[in-house]
């Protein structure tokens, strides 16, 4: 199944890419994931703190920016199995997620 969706995803965004009005509006999720880096940076990460508690806290950092978006991503797979074309909703959801257009685009810029 979610190599399927990987596959709907994938040719969805390849062939519209994302949104420039979605992206005034709510941002790109790359964005979302910078600033959740940002702010876990700024929580946990202190120079005057001692190498072991900055490495662990490190390693919670990573287990955060790791998990958290796992959980969603199950639990939205989770939420449209049930629901009719549920398959094609995960699929528009998860091309969120890719970025190779706009990439393409901004690169070619």
Same mark, same amino acid.
């Given at each position: &199944?979610? @190599?399927? /969706? %990987?596959? *709907?995803?994938?040719?969805?965004? =390849? %062939?519209?890419?994302?949104?420039n009005w979605l992206f005034?509006? !709510? ?5 979302? =994931?910078?600033?959740? /880096?940002? =702010? ?7 120079? %005057? #703190?001692? #190498?072991? *508690? ?9 287990? @955060?920016?790791?998990? @958290?978006?796992? %959980? /969603?991503?199950?639990?939205?797979? !989770?939420?449209?199995? =049930?629901?009719? &074309?549920?398959? !094609? ?21």
């Amino acid at each position: &199944m979610s @190599v399927l /969706i %990987a596959f *709907l995803s994938l040719a969805v965004e =390849f %062939a519209l890419g994302y949104p420039n009005w979605l992206f005034r509006a !709510i941002g790109h999720p790359v964005t979302w =994931f910078g600033r959740l /880096i940002s =702010f876990l940076d700024r929580r946990l990460n202190h120079a %005057a #703190d001692p #190498d072991a *508690l900055r490495r662990k806290r490190g390693v919670q950092a990573l287990l @955060v920016i790791v998990l @958290v978006p796992a %959980a /969603i991503g199950l639990g939205v797979q !989770i939420l449209f199995w =049930f629901v009719p &074309m549920g398959l !094609i909703v995960t699929a528009l959801l998860a091309t969120s997620l890719l970025s190779q257009k706009s990439l393409y685009e901004h690169v070619e810029a």
